[in-house]
């Protein structure tokens, strides 16, 4: 890009790795103005994409993660022993935790959806400000800004913050040298939330009840047009096992999911918290 702009090779790596690793604002105030550059930079920012989609899939999908998973989980039922020993001073497990069987009983839904709260709304924030902390307090150091900037540009980055929240900017190189880096392990951090979030028992069940919704609607639109309320024998096979659901079916409930319940979720959320943000800001 540096060659086809004309442009210091230091320029044309600042702004690439400003756009690879979705900077708050670029390390360097160049922009292609020709349609060569403009092509190479349309193309890099497609790699980007699936290059941090690579990288977030694969951290997500390591073992460790899966250890992280486990012990986000035990951390619901280890809250749910504490508050029993507290309340009734019994230290051990009830029995009704086991089944007729002898096997021991799933975790209810209560207690997963529980873990899946603490998570989302205490122990990841609780990371990503620790996070803010120590590399803001790192960059303040080196570019001589006040700690709370130094925290506002990293929080900004990490949060990926439409609109930072301070006007500063790095400098130095030393300084642009620790935003890459903050930024490359973002990504990382990216992929470990995804993939601890995305292992709970709730996300599952959440998947469950979504491939569940488009086989009700199925159902319901057999009883509208036929008046028939139960499946036809049709949804199981000759050997009685019940049939796959259908990949129209499939592609139906992700349309449904991604167009219309997601984004309703985002809008509602968005009401709410654009609402409180509003209320503190007086806008």
Not at 108 to 116: D, G
Not at 137 to 160: H, N, P, Q, R, T
Not at 215 to 225: D, I, N
């Amino acid at each position: 890009l540096a060659e086809v702009e004309g442009w210091k090779i230091k320029d044309g790596f600042y702004y690439i790795i400003s756009m690879l690793c979705g900077l708050p604002t670029p390390l360097t105030e160049v922009d292609p103005d020709t349609d060569e550059g403009k092509l190479v930079d349309v193309i890099v920012a497609l790699w980007a994409l699936a290059l941090a989609g690579t990288i977030i899939g694969v951290v997500g999908g390591l073992s460790v993660i899966n250890r992280l998973v486990d012990a986000a989980e035990s951390f619901g039922q280890r809250f749910k022993r504490a508050a029993r020993k507290v309340v009734t001073g019994a230290d051990e497990e009830a029995p009704a935790a086991a089944g007729e069987d002898g096997e021991e009983k799933p975790v209810s839904l209560a207690l997963n959806i529980f873990t899946f709260l603490v998570f989302i709304f205490i122990i990841i924030p609780i990371v990503i400000i620790l996070v803010a902390v120590i590399f803001g307090f790192i960059l303040a150091e080196v570019e001589g800004w006040k700690i709370k900037d130094g925290f506002y540009y990293i929080i900004s980055m990490l949060c990926g913050l439409p609109t930072p929240l301070t006007e500063v900017d790095p400098d130095t190189d030393e300084g642009k040298l620790v935003d890459v880096i903050v930024a490359l392990w973002a990504l990382a951090l990216a992929g470990t939330i995804i993939g601890v979030v995305g292992g709970l028992s709730v996300i599952n069940r959440l998947v469950d009840a979504a491939e569940s919704f488009g086989q009700r609607f199925k159902r319901a639109a057999r009883k509208v047009v036929t008046g028939a309320d139960e499946e036809a024998p049709a949804a199981a096979g000759e050997d009685g096992e019940e049939k796959p659901v259908s990949l129209a079916l499939n592609i139906f409930t992700f349309l449904v999911f991604i167009f219309i319940i997601i984004p309703i979720v985002i809008i509602l959320v968005a009401v709410i918290f654009g609402f409180i943000l509003a209320e503190v800001e007086g806008w």
